[in-house]
């Protein structure tokens, strides 16, 4: 069964292209990482290629070392920055797996033993709160 075509409109594109804000914590050439809007922990991030991929089965395979490079580096920040014992990497694929914007992308959510996650595409954070946590990342990465 073929996926659908990428839709260049999607909000992480958006987000790619500076059309739609976004918390920032880590740009290099090939990935971007910034904070889910309705996060299911504090400092929960969003890891992306910034070339055009709907998920893990139509990405060309060049573009997830570096996703997975970067997913890496912002799980020790975020296990740094919020003193985290563990760290959930989490993605999707199709809608019937539970994903909701189709644009590639790993999440990244500290985790404390049982202490319970905030439920997926739950509730917005505050703005402020979240320039605090990415801040929080940024400084672990060491800028
Ligand atoms: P998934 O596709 O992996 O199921 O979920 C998409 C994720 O993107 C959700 O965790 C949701 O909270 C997050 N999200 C949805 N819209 C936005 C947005 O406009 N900005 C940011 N930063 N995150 C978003």
């Known amino acids: 069964m073929s996926a659908p075509a990428y839709d260049n409109d999607n909000i992480f594109a958006k987000i790619l292209r500076g059309e739609l804000p976004a918390h920032k914590v880590y740009e290099d050439d090939d990935t971007f990482a910034f904070l889910d809007i309705m996060p299911r922990a504090d400092g929960h991030t969003l890891v992306i290629p910034k070339r055009p991929a709907r998920n893990i089965l139509d990405a060309d395979p060049a573009l997830l070392a570096p996703v997975m490079a970067t997913t890496q580096k912002i799980a020790r920040a975020i296990m740094a920055a919020f003193a985290a014992p563990g760290i959930l990497v989490q993605q999707f694929n199709e809608a019937d797996a539970g994903q909701v914007v189709f644009h590639l992308h790993f999440h990244v959510i500290p985790r ?25 990342i940024r400084a672990a990465l060491g800028g």
Do not use: W, Y
């Open 112 to 136: 404390f033993g049982d202490q319970k996650l905030r439920p997926h595409t739950g509730q917005m954070a505050d703005q402020a709160v979240l320039a605090e946590n990415a801040e929080k």
